[in-house]
């Protein structure tokens, strides 16, 4: 499982989960068990620790 380290990185990987850009330019977090979207970042970047879809 992945854990904050509090120190702006991550130690270890975000399973079952992917991240894609959304149409409008922010990134987005998307359960890969059910499709659904989870989360999307506003503040601009990618999600640490998590696969980008291809």
Known sequence: MAKNTGNGYRK???K???QFQSPNGNW???DTD???IMDQKSSGGRFKGV???K
């Open 12 to 14: 270890g990987a975000v």
């Open 16 to 18: 079952d989960r992917t």
């Open 28 to 30: 987005a977090k998307r």
């Open 34 to 36: 059910t499709g659904r």
């Open 51 to 53: 696969r980008t879809d």
